[in-house]
């Protein structure tokens, strides 16, 4: 019989995702087939999977850690947010429409079929499968219908591990009050809670561990140190982008500035840049100027590209970057950032919104289409300044034509070509993210830029945290009594 087990959180951001990763990691080299799973997952962040779909760029990093390629079923219903009110609905990797969020919260009790069907596919094919839930089971004003946290694990009949946050304060009554709002089933459950993200001395707070304990007649499975080294495994959450930005000590570092936008989209493509010494990232906040002293703008993907772009110009970044084309400096557009660079952007039928077009920022002579028909693959190419080969992934709405288009960014091979470049070759843009995981690529880039790379090896890197988050949790927590409650003999 297959073994599994929910970590599910007393808040919000309590570190659900890292942990996971570091359970499948963790079970992985114990020669265990360990499959993740979250039934209901809200992130702009997405990964393509093995089989054409999509899932959250979490369920990808867990994925990997377990050595497993990633499959739509690890994700089987992913939220995208679009509006404040609302979002794109992926079911089982493919898009099923657009809602607002009452309309979700009605029709969520509808998916639960297709939930557990991905879920019992992993079971068959796992001796594990470690699932992640989503905000909190405390918010029962939320219960009914629910499929991503207690309402799963009622139906799958799967146990429990409570995670609480220690950082934030108020872990105690954090854990004591979501136990105290469950019904009785749900309390019975959770077989145990641990304290994530603890600083300093973790003996501190023994009491607090059995307080909790007496309280709850839940187990103690032990207090995680702060594990600093999370920050250079991919993030899901937009709290987490902050991190992205760095202040490399190297006086030759390539400054990189990239504007935040409201729904900015699979930033991961900042990953090897915040975390290589060559460069100096520099997220330009709302309300900020971009730095003038920038040798590159990087424009990333967005989730609402005509919403962005309108929100780029109230930043007045559009001017900004006027200056910064003046005085040389290499601009860079990916997915959507690609598309706001370009003349035009269309929305015959009103996929984002209200139907109709809008401007460009008008750095590229090509204008964008947005269309039902949304791109998910994962693709190889030559990007054709460097000559340098990268991999990568696309996942968007939209075709886009021009005249730039003519020089593409990427070649793909010998039919198909991805992006453009402006005559002078100053401004570029592409579909393709991920292109800077490539440390070959980064080194030749840096070159053009006139920067020296640096010796980091970014894929190897993302391995070694893993292995060394595996070993923080079996340094800090109770594995045994983990594996016992998960149903592992």
């Known amino acids: 019989m297959t073994a599994s087990i929910m970590v599910q959180g007393a808040g919000s951001n309590v570190g659900k995702s890292v942990l996971v990763a570091g359970l499948c990691r963790y079970f992985h080299r114990q020669g265990l087939t360990v499959l993740p799973f979250k039934p209901q997952n809200m992130s702009n962040n997405a990964a393509v999977t093995a089989d054409g779909g999509e899932i959250g760029r979490a369920q990808a990093l867990q994925a990997r850690a377990a050595g497993v390629q990633p499959l739509t079923d690890m994700n089987p219903v992913l939220l995208k947010p679009e509006t404040d009110t609302g979002a794109q609905i992926i079911v089982q990797?493919?898009?099923?429409g657009t809602m607002r969020a009452a309309e979700y919260g009605r029709h969520k009790a509808s998916l639960m079929p297709k939930v557990l069907e991905s879920y019992y596919r992993l079971k068959d094919a796992a001796?594990?499968?470690?699932?992640?839930?989503?905000?909190?089971?405390?918010?029962?004003?939320?219960?009914?219908?629910?499929i991503a946290n207690m309402g799963f694990a009622e139906e799958a009949d799967v146990p429990v591990i409570l995670v609480g946050d220690i950082d934030r304060g108020g872990v105690i009554a954090s854990l004591v009050g979501t136990y105290a709002v469950l019904d009785e089933t749900e309390k019975q459950r959770i077989k145990g809670f641990l304290i994530n993200?603890?600083?300093?001395?973790?003996?501190?707070?023994?009491?607090?561990?059995t307080i909790i304990a007496d309280r709850t007649g839940w187990q103690g499975l032990g207090i995680l140190p702060w594990f600093s080294d999370a920050a250079r495994l991919p993030a899901e959450d937009i709290l987490d982008l902050q991190s992205k930005s760095n202040r490399s000590a190297n006086t030759d570092a390539c400054h990189v500035v990239v504007p935040v936008m409201r729904r900015i989209a699979n930033f991961d493509d900042l990953d090897p840049l915040s975390q290589d010494p060559a460069f100096r990232v520099t997220l330009v906040n709302p309300g900020e100027a971009l730095p003038l002293d920038?040798?590159?703008?990087?424009?990333?993907?967005?989730?609402?590209?005509?919403?962005?772009?309108?929100?780029?110009?109230?930043?007045?970044?559009?001017?900004?970057?006027?200056?910064?084309r003046r005085h040389g400096k290499a601009i860079i557009g990916l997915c959507g950032g690609y598309q706001m660079l370009g003349r035009m952007i269309h929305d015959p039928n009103g996929i984002e919104?209200?139907?109709?077009?809008v401007e460009g920022l008008g750095l590229l002579d090509i204008e964008t289409t947005l269309?039902?028909?949304?791109?998910?693959?994962?693709?190889?190419?030559?990007?054709?300044?460097?000559?340098?080969?990268?991999?990568?992934?696309?996942?968007?709405?939209?075709?886009?034509?021009?005249?730039?288009?003519?020089?593409?960014?990427?070649?793909?091979?010998?039919?198909?070509?991805?992006?453009?470049?402006?005559?002078?070759?100053?401004?570029?843009?592409?579909?393709?993210?991920?292109?800077f995981a490539s440390d070959a690529f980064r080194a030749k880039w840096l070159a053009r830029q006139g920067h020296k790379a640096s010796d980091m090896v970014f894929e190897d890197q993302i391995e070694t945290t893993l292995d060394h988050l595996a070993d923080h949790l079996a340094e800090h927590l109770n594995m045994d009594a983990i594996a016992m409650m998960a149903g592992l003999k």
Not at 295 to 323: C, H, I, N, Y
Request: with cysteine; proline share 3%.
């Open 353 to 357: 919104g209200k139907k109709g077009s």
């Open 371 to 435: 269309t039902e028909d949304k791109t998910l693959t994962n693709t190889i190419g030559v990007e054709v300044s460097t000559g340098q080969e990268v991999t990568g992934y696309e996942i968007h709405l939209g075709q886009t034509t021009g005249p730039d288009c003519a020089r593409p960014m990427l070649n793909i091979n010998t039919s198909y070509h991805d992006g453009a470049m402006s005559a002078d070759g100053q401004v570029a843009g592409c579909y393709m993210h991920g292109l």
């Open 127 to 146: 001796d594990l499968v470690i699932v992640e839930g989503a905000g909190s089971p405390a918010e029962v004003n939320l219960r009914h219908g629910d």
């Open 197 to 209: 993200k603890f600083r300093g001395d973790t003996s501190l707070f023994a009491d607090g561990m």
């Open 294 to 324: 920038a040798d590159v703008v990087l424009l990333p993907g967005s989730k609402a590209t005509m919403a962005d772009l309108a929100f780029f110009r109230e930043q007045r970044w559009d001017s900004d970057l006027q200056t910064l």
């Open 93 to 96: 990797g493919q898009r099923f």
